[in-house]
């Protein structure tokens, strides 16, 4: 019996630190008909020139694991933002006292804010200019990281979005 509550215990602490994606595709697309990408030359990331880099590695590395090659007259363009966003501490501890009809209880916030990566990429059509597929995804992320770990986790991240690329 006291194990479910040590189970359900990590299984809340790692939900904590899940990525979440989110995907939107055009239903009429025949993915099958795209075999070639480049990224858009005027691209602004929000990455630094190193995450940038780990970043083009990973999706290169995963693109073309998917059959895709790199071509400077592509059949898709890619194209990829990022943002960090700062939200509130999901970590607090409350304090109350009371007595006979009522009492007063306070959260107290523990820890800093959470940091969250945001990154979109987007496949756009090059000849119809139109966008073909998005893949919106938020995941932890800490300022602190080596640059070993920095790479890890960006091909981890990458490696998430496109588990479900192409759409079924």
Not at 149 to 166: A, G, H, R
């Amino acid at each position: 019996m006291k194990y479910i509550g040590f189970i359900f215990l990590i299984l809340i602490i790692a939900s904590c630190g899940a990525t979440r994606v989110h995907y939107d595709y055009d239903e009429a697309v025949d993915f099958s008909a795209y075999s070639t990408f480049g990224y858009y030359s005027d691209m602004d990331t929000g990455l630094s020139q190193l995450d940038e880099k780990r970043l083009m590695n990973a999706m290169d590395a995963t693109l073309q694991s998917k059959g895709f090659l790199f071509s400077e007259e592509p059949d898709m363009f890619v194209n990829v933002q990022s943002a960090i966003l700062r939200g509130q501490s999901g970590n607090s501890v409350g304090v109350g006292l009371g007595g006979g009809g009522g009492g007063i209880a306070v959260g107290l916030p523990v820890g800093g804010p959470k940091l969250l990566r945001e990154l979109t990429i987007d496949f756009v059509d090059v000849k119809r200019d139109v966008l073909l597929w998005q893949a919106l995804s938020e995941s932890p992320f800490k300022e602190g990281d080596t640059p070993m770990v920095k790479q890890q986790k960006m091909k981890e991240l990458i490696t998430k979005i496109f588990e479900k690329y192409p759409p079924k």
